[in-house]
């Protein structure tokens, strides 16, 4: 074992936790067993998750709220148990805050419809400004130039460093008086940055605009709590936390949700309808109109229990671990270069990289026939790319059962590719 991997041992019993997840076992191409670097883009799951799956629709498939018989009690008792679970996994001061919705994309898209659509003091138009950032996901700045376009308000947004960091020198001129909204992510889905959380929040505070935060890079890597964060909104995901595909959370200010309007609208938001008008129900159910992802909520009950049976912070040890090493092995590489922080300080477990002049696609491809998946493409975040002047990039991201091995399976990987081309 080479020095640098030595204080990587005993901060979480990856080989115990690796058991729990069935796809980890996995070989492809002639036996080569999988080398999983992929879980920025969805995590794996573990079995304990995948059973209260099975658990739910072999035992407890009824729909939720309405019926009076025992498998329906029983469906609304696991639905709402997940809210409880989830409002204690975050922090929330209120379960009521928890808003389930289809995945983070659409929490986020729920926030900048409730604001287009509100009442003073909250509701964006032409003569306010919505202010985000150049390293966002897609699902943080299209939302927000929707509601441009159709408002006329002004869209701001901050730039990045030479060094993959937020650029704060002019935050003065970005929020201003007329913003309204301040929505950002936690951690770089592409960058791996993890943002100045409180300069952003203190200065929108100055101005009175609301701040969003997208804490799908955080949510399953970290402590989050978001009384202490001091954000009005944080949306995040479930598959990227082991939970399943299918659900995401909005948290709420429960006093912003008692005041905004509905997005969506039908069967369980309502609380009285006639034929010429209708009144709402309270939040949560305000915003979870039809039928809820009951089953992908209860996975994502299952999948906060197992995250917290470990312990977040454990958790996040490990990664922060796991990404040290990566990054200094990764600069041994020849022509390799890291697009974000090169260093392990104040980023999170994703590292995107480019190799000399070979294409992140042919990367991606060769390194698949060696079993390891990594991520290749602009991440949902092209705007990144464009301000490094690249076509894409390869991205590596670990999780609570990476392992040392295997970022040296990696390096030992991109040495075969450098050779594949000569």
Known sequence: MTDARQGLTGLLDT???????????????DGKKIVYLDSA???????????????????????????VYTIAEEATALYEGARDKVAAFINAPSRDEVIFTKNASESL??????????????????????????????????PWQLLAQRTGAKLKWFGITDDGRLDLSNIDEI?????????FTLVSNIL????????????????????????????????LDVQALQADFVAFTGHKMVGPTGIGVLWGRQEL????????????????????????APAPHKFEAGTPPIAQAVGLGAAVDYLSSIGMEKIHAHEKAITEYAVKRLLEVPDLRIIGPATAENRGATISFTLGDIHPHDVGQVLDELGIAVRVGHHCARPVCLRY??????????YLYSTPAEVDALVDGLEHVRNFFG
Request: aromatic share 6%; glycine share 6%; hydrophobic share 35%.
């Open 15 to 29: 080989e115990a936790i690796r058991k729990d997840f069935p796809l980890l076992d996995r070989t492809v191409h």
């Open 257 to 280: 949700l008692e005041d905004l309007p509905p997005f969506l609208g039908g069967g369980e938001m309502i609380e009285t309808v006639s034929m010429h008008s209708s009144t709402y």
């Open 41 to 67: 883009a969805t995590s794996q799951k573990p079995r304990q998750v995948l059973d209260a799956l099975n658990t739910y629709y072999e035992r407890h498939n009824a729909n939720v709220h309405r019926g």
């Open 389 to 398: 002047g690249i076509p894409a990039t390869t991205r590596a991201s670990f």
């Open 175 to 183: 929020i201003t008086e007329k913003t309204k909204i301040v929505s």
């Open 192 to 223: 791996g940055t993890v943002n100045p959380v409180e300069t952003i929040i203190r200065r929108a505070q100055q101005v009175g605009a609301l701040v969003c935060i997208d804490a799908s890079q955080a949510a399953p890597h970290m402590v």
């Open 109 to 142: 898209n729920l926030v900048a419809n409730m604001l287009g659509w509100a009442d003073e003091p909250y509701r964006v138009d032409r003569d306010t400004e919505i202010v985000t950032t150049e390293m966002e996901h897609h699902s943080n700045i299209v």
